[in-house]
Structures are given as C-alpha cells and as structure tokens.
C-alpha cells in the first residue's frame, strides 16, 4: 500500500461508503474504530451528502494514525470502499489531489464546490 501519495496532511477524513445491504457492516466498523484508535465517528449517512456519491460514514483522525487507521481498514473493511483525503482547507483539492481509495475508486460529485 502506497500512502505516501496523501500524507503530508495534519489531519485525515476516511469516508466509508455503503449501501442499503451493508449499512450495519459500515456501523459496526465505524463503531469499532472510533473505540479502538479514539479517532472522531461522523454521522452514518443514509443518503448521498456532500461530493460523495454513496452513502457513507466518516472517521477524522490525524497525521500520527494515518497508516495505522488506514491498514486496519483495509484488512477489516469486509469488501466496502473507503474514499481518504487529507485536510489542507481547499475542500476541491482535498477531494481531487493527493487522494487514496481502499476498494474501487467512485466518481465524486466536485460540482458541489462550485456552488
């Protein structure tokens, strides 16, 4: 796995994306990593919300647990895609530059940072 590519950043968002069939794998997962790396839950999403063209749930962590948060994922993400972005305040380049995906990579809505 080639994080190098996103790091650089002090603090990191992982966006789980889901679906109607696996919502409670995506809870779960979310759950047990906010308990097990203390890193911030976000709302579990039944909807599209924001540039994210699934349904999904957030984890922001910082720099210090980058690849530690993002090998658990991989090895625990149970076939979900996992959409990483680090967090510089230009919320269009944060989605576009310097990204990574666990599982395959989604279109992003970017219109939504025009508006």
């Known amino acids: ?37 203390d890193l911030t839950v976000g709302r579990h999403h039944e909807k599209t919300v924001g540039p994210h063209p699934r349904w999904s749930c957030q984890l922001a962590f910082d720099a210090e647990r980058l690849e530690e948060v993002i090998n658990w994922l991989d090895e625990n993400r149970h076939g979900l895609t996992v959409f990483v972005h680090g967090l510089s305040g230009n919320d269009l380049a944060d989605h576009t530059d310097h990204v990574f995906w666990l599982g395959k990579p989604e279109a992003i809505n970017l219109a939504v940072f025009s508006e």
Do not use: P
């Not at 790091?7 to 809870?27: C, I, M, P, Q, W």
């Open 1 to 37: 796995m080639q994080l190098k590519s996103i790091k650089g950043y002090d603090r990191y968002h992982a966006h789980l994306y889901f679906d109607v069939h696996t919502s409670n794998l995506a809870r779960s997962l979310c759950r047990e990593a906010g308990d097990r790396f």
